[in-house]
């Protein structure tokens, strides 16, 4: 006999006293019952078992009722064959999900408005409708996404490490050259991290995958702006701070917010329209919608991965390199870094966007300083 688990994907709801199973990638109709040692039967594959051994633990008498409901979950796809290998998604199904979770997010913000509009009325409606409290609800929304979060946990640890492996990238390893955010503009002799594909795919708003003082140089163009400021900003920053080794440099390539705001105020519409010319996918409306939704204003919570969520202008960039630990920030140009390994701009489609008097972007470097300087 095969052996058997309970599929990731099976649900176990409650209505009107009965149980109510059933998986949601499954054609099969859901399974009712009212009787309770379903529940404990399902239980005895939370971890792979054979079936033969689960009904041979049971009195005789209830045994052909056992083998004939594992026999109903398996054609339900409650209980799948451990042995079975698991199909890898294509990028198509990636996307898919991940669209489908921009629909949760606007779920949830529209959800949550609605809640703060009802005010202490809206508990009751939820209870009275379905006799299950709103915080038991959102309690298992919240268990239900711990959960997937917790199934990508250690595999994402595991391709990680091969990833790293196949860098060359150990505890002792030193004078590294990482491009966090490369965005598919690989750079050669580089480390190019960020979403898949990449050398090494990780969630740059999380902890760096790189030991301390590993990196001479670390290179992020067009990406501080799609991290949450100040938290995300602060601990990315912090990171590359970590890992760099001392007198190692970081080149952040940003949008120069300030000069929207100086073509905003001087009434230069020169400038935003050169803007469109370059980025036809922004609003094409008043410049001040051009430039307040370059900054991050107002994006749609659908929108979370791909929107920018702030503009930084020269001092405010220093100033937030200076809380990571950088001593002291200096104002660059397109590829005009002091250091030959970071004349590399023009790989970043967005950091060569130019107009007539310059370029859109903002380019700084800082350099660690020694432990003792």
Known sequence: MPKLVLSPDAFVRFRNGELIIHNAHSARPALASRDPGLIALMMRFATVTESDTVCAQLPPPVRPVAEALIKRLVEMNVLVDAATP??????????????????????????????????????????????????????????????????????????????????????????LKLHLGSGGHELTDWINVDVHPADVTVNLAERLPFPDGCARYIYAAHMLEHLYYPRQTLAFLAECHRVLESHGVLRIVVPDIEQCIRAYAAGDREFFNARHRHWDAWPQGTPLESFLTYAGAGPSPSGFLESHKFGFDFETLAGALKTAGFASVTRSSFNASLHADLRIDSASESAGAEHDTGHFSLFVETTKAAQNE
């Open 86 to 175: 698991v199909e890898r998604p294509s990028a198509e199904e990636v996307e898919l999900a991940i669209r489908q979770l921009g629909f949760v997010a606007d779920a949830t913000h529209l959800l949550a408005s609605d809640l703060k509009a009802l005010g202490p009325a809206a508990a009751g409606f939820v209870a009275g409708r379905t006799g299950v409290s709103l915080e038991s609800r959102l309690t298992s929304l919240l268990a239900a996404l711990d959960s997937l979060m917790q199934s990508l946990a250690l595999p994402t640890r595991e391709l990680l490490a091969a990833q790293l492996q196949k860098a060359g990238v150990d505890a002792s390893s030193h004078g």
